[in-house]
């Protein structure tokens, strides 16, 4: 499983809640099965902890489906630790 986010700017925001542009989460439990955030669907990230050594936070966001389910991803967590 693949999880793609995606918000405007170009550097890390100074704001702990952010508005997601775009999300997906492709290859759910089988290959071909993909989720896209479209409008008037939306999601945010949460940041937790934001340094230099370590960018940490939560996610959640909904998705549509090439069958028009919608799935609410939801608890997302994520730590990023820069290796330069």
């Not at 925001?13 to 997906?24: H, N, Q, R, Y």
């Not at 089988?30 to 937790?48: T, V």
Request: net charge negative; hydrophobic share 35%.
């Amino acid at each position: 499983t693949i999880v793609s986010l995606e918000f405007s700017g170009a550097h890390i925001p100074d704001e702990d809640t952010v508005i997601l542009s775009f999300a997906s989460i492709r290859h759910f439990k089988e290959q071909d099965n993909d989720y896209g955030m479209y409008p008037p669907l939306s999601g945010k990230i949460i940041f937790s902890e934001r340094s230099s050594s370590k960018l940490t936070g939560i996610f959640e966001f909904d998705a549509i489906g090439a069958d028009s389910k919608i799935i609410k991803i939801t608890n997302g967590k994520f730590s990023i630790i820069p290796t330069n």
